[in-house]
């Protein structure tokens, strides 16, 4: 044997080792193709079920929603009434009201300060019968 062919014998098993690795490394990316394939067709199998309960969860949402939007309208109706009274009761009974107030505490104002001279003229007269009996 020559030096030329025991160098193709050596090039000849390093590319058998290398066919070999490159086999085992494809038999495992076979491997895990086939259980990322499995995976995906379980995935796909599971989510059927979870579509269709979102959609009823949604179906019940909207019904929902639609029960909210009756209810806020009619909470509109009632605060747009509420409104509506509360300016009648201040254009009719607020201005009397607000007169009648007034005239309540002018009245008890001025009777206070009516009270309030008549005790002075009253304390004047009492000094000044103090003061002419001694």
């Known amino acids: 044997m020559s030096a030329g062919q025991i160098a193709a014998l050596v090039a000849a098993g390093a590319f058998v080792l290398l066919v070999l690795f490159l ?15 499995i995976a995906i067709r379980k995935t796909h199998e599971n989510t059927d079920p979870l579509l269709h309960g979102a959609s009823d969860t949604i179906t019940h949402v909207n019904t929902q929603l639609e029960r909210v939007d009756g209810i806020t309208s009619n909470v509109q109706t009632v605060s747009g009434n509420a409104s509506a009274l509360s300016s ?6 607020g201005g009397p009201l607000v007169k009648t ?3 309540s ?17 009253g304390k004047h007269t009492l000094r000044r019968g103090r003061k002419s009996k001694r």
């Open 23 to 37: 086999v085992i490394a494809l038999v495992k990316l076979g491997r895990t193709l086939d259980e990322a394939t």
């Open 88 to 93: 009648v009761f201040t254009a009719t009974l």
């Open 101 to 103: 107030a007034a005239l």
């Open 105 to 121: 505490y002018g009245m008890s104002k001025a009777i206070k300060a009516r009270r309030a001279a008549k005790a002075e003229d």
